[in-house]
Nanobody, 123 residues
Framework: QVQLVESGGGLVQAGGSLRLSCAAS????????MGWLRQAPVKEREFVTA????????YYADSVKGRFTISRDNAKNTLYLQMNSLKPEDTAVYYC????????????????WGQGTQVTVSS
């Protein structure tokens, strides 16, 4: 089992940047595929990006490709999301999530979730 705690959210103007972090407990962080997902008001939770256990594979939603970068530091048990060129439509609660096995873009496939961190982008 792994416990996840996100940080780094906040209010930023359009065009700005934020870096989210997700600290994981336990000694098996490197065995989990990790993802960032988000949920805006009155919308379903959606996939943003994911990274494989070894960091060799990354996946991005089309809406964030070229603007967001996912990374992980297995020695520090930490997942990151660098968000650049933020847009008002990026406003949402951002969750980090973990699952064993292969990377997936399906939110329902993730087994463990953090509590979320709010990102608000003003126009």
């Amino acid at each position: 089992q792994v416990q996840l705690v996100e940080s780094g959210g906040g209010l930023v103007q359009a065009g700005g940047s934020l870096r989210l972090s997700c600290a994981a407990s336990g000694r098996t962080f490197s065995s989990y595929c990790m993802g960032w997902l988000r949920q805006a008001p009155v919308k379903e939770r959606e996939f943003v990006t994911a990274i494989s256990q070894s960091t060799s594979n990354t996946y991005y939603a089309d809406s964030v490709k070229g603007r967001f970068t996912i990374s992980r530091d297995n020695a520090k048990n930490t997942l990151y999301l660098q968000m650049n060129s933020l847009k008002p439509e990026d406003t949402a609660v951002y969750y980090c999530a973990a699952r064993r096995g292969v990377v997936t873009t399906r939110p329902s496939a993730y087994e463990y979730w953090g509590q979320g961190t709010q990102v608000t982008v003003s126009s």
